[in-house]
């Protein structure tokens, strides 16, 4: 009897969804804007993106860094990396798994508060594919 009720209730809930409510699985059409956060990172020697926590990311580079093979890459996944320099400043080299035209990574803009734009997209676990919009800012 409790599982029949339970059942009920589901099956209640899933048809009182209303029309143009979003559905996995589904091809949605949006009518107003849709957005991701921006996930700060830290500046270290070493960053590790998590790309489970997000597909937009900033840091501000006070370090030389390598950004190391993002963890929970999974195909489809794109996003922005923003990269301002601080007032030190900093480089970045990148990991294997970081794929960039004609297999060069770029070189980072090393002015003072400039921004670099890192865009990505995820076509494997092991394979990411990069590109850079330098000197923004």
Do not use: C, M
Not at 45 to 64: G, M, R
């Amino acid at each position: 009897q409790y599982i029949n009720t339970v059942s009920s209730n589901v099956q209640t809930q899933i048809n009182a969804k209303g029309v143009g409510d979003a559905l996995l699985g589904s091809a949605q059409t949006f009518t107003a804007g849709q957005r991701g956060e921006v996930t700060a990172l830290t500046s270290a020697l070493q960053i590790t993106i998590n790309l489970a926590d997000s597909n937009n990311y900033s840091v501000t580079l006070d370090h030389n860094a390598t950004f190391e093979n993002p963890t929970n890459a999974v195909a489809g996944q794109s996003g922005s990396i923003f990269i301002t320099q601080g007032s030190t400043g900093g480089t970045g080299s990148w990991a294997a798994n970081w794929d960039w035209a004609a297999g060069t990574a770029p070189t980072l803009t090393s002015t003072a508060a400039a921004v670099d734009r890192i865009d990505y997209v995820v076509r494997s676990a092991t394979s990411i594919q990069a590109v850079a919009t330098l000197a923004l800012a």
